[in-house]
């Protein structure tokens, strides 16, 4: 196959995937969100490798992306942003740690956890979202493939249904949801 006809067949799939989103779960993440505005809860993201790049992306849009537009106003932490604490935990305690950790005895019952995550069983992930569901805390899973254990721990879930080890597309995915959540604040939102 040749390079324009394999970018077009991405493409095609892409937005096939797209067309496959829960719209009700995507409203209820959409309705959550905008009810912590100007809160005193806070958002916790986590993923990794890629997931860990719209993690970061993420909380960049939500928490000072929206505040410098005087849209929300919401407290956004990403775990995934410092290499000094994830690295010493991974090295001390173990990977499968490094999130949980992070959480433990800070989440509260108020906050929630938005944790990305393609295959929805990386342990750490798992790890995090086990807690966080014993403390109470709203968990909001972002995942592909099956869905994984993460699929069962959310609270409010958005499921991309792929076949396995099809990454791109379903990281692609999280960060297009990532961007019409926000654009959905700046045009809906802006001044109100």
Do not use: W
């Not at 995507?26 to 505005?37: I, N, R, V």
């Amino acid at each position: 196959m040749n390079f324009k006809d394999f970018t077009n067949q991405y493409l095609d799939n892409l937005y096939s995937l797209m067309k496959t989103i829960n719209l009700n779960e995507f409203e209820s993440m959409c309705k959550h969100l905008l009810a912590l505005h100007n809160s005193e809860s806070r958002i916790f993201i986590i993923g990794n490798g890629g997931s860990a790049s719209t993690a970061s992306h993420m909380a960049n849009d939500l928490s000072s992306g929206l505040k410098r537009r005087n849209i929300l106003t919401l407290d956004v932490v990403s775990l995934c942003d410092n290499a000094s604490i994830n690295t010493a935990l991974a090295n001390d305690i173990g990977f499968e740690n490094i999130f949980y950790m992070q959480l433990k005895d800070i989440i509260k019952p108020a906050d929630t956890l938005i944790a990305i995550s393609c295959s929805g069983n990386s342990p750490n992930i798992v790890q995090a979202a086990k807690y966080s569901k014993e403390i109470g805390s709203t968990i909001i899973g972002l995942t592909g493939f099956t869905g994984g254990i993460l699929k069962d721990l959310s609270s409010i879930n958005i499921h991309l249904d792929t076949a396995k080890n099809d990454y791109g597309l379903v990281e692609d995915a999280h960060m297009i949801l990532n961007h019409i959540l926000f654009s959905y604040f700046c045009q809906e939102h802006n001044g109100k």
